[in-house]
């Protein structure tokens, strides 16, 4: 994929460092009592390297589904994020464990519809993500906050959150992981 970007929208560039990978595709140990338990996310560290106050930055949430974790805001008129996925390594061990960004999803994280949010490329009108590319360690996408955003009793809204799922790749037997981070997109009246 080669997604053109525009120029004019602020580039925030962040690092996925994966701390600790688990495979979702692995086979699922009922317990002894209740539901299957799933396989949990990757444990990662997100690094904003380029933080623009008034675009751009990471604060805690006060969501109440997500309260006390960090998300990523973006304020309007939108921005490309692009994140690179890497792995913190001590000089003794093997440089080349590795992952790769494969895809991606988004959701909102509260009660409106719909919960899931396309991703289209080019934008659509709708849309809040656009012009996914995935290059080697690389995913981007461009966010665009919406206007005038509803809550379930007909409110408007300062802002919307949304769980984005960044599936990766273990390079050395191709095992597969999410990343789950959270992003606030401004939602002017």
Known sequence: MNAAIDTDLYTADFILWVT??????????????????????????L?????????VFLKPSGHPLIRGQEVIRVQTPGAHLRFR???P????????EGYLPVGVSFARVDDLVPRAVALSSPVQPGSPFSRLEIRQSLLQ???????????????????ITYKF??????????AIGVIDPYEENDNPP
Do not use: C
Request: hydrophobic share 35%; aromatic share 8%; net charge positive.
């Open 89 to 96: 390594f001590e000089p003794d061990e093997n440089p080349l």
């Open 141 to 159: 996408f461009t966010a665009i906050p919406q206007h005038g955003l509803k809550d379930q009793n007909g409110n408007w809204v300062s802002h």
């Open 47 to 55: 690094e904003l390297l380029n933080p623009q106050r008034g675009s």
């Open 85 to 87: 996925v890497m792995v």
């Open 20 to 45: 600790g990978f688990n495979d979702i595709m692995a086979p699922i140990v009922p317990p002894k009592k209740g539901a299957p338990v799933r396989p949990a996310p990757t444990n990662y560290r």
């Open 165 to 174: 799922n960044i599936f990766i790749q273990r390079m050395k037997d191709g």
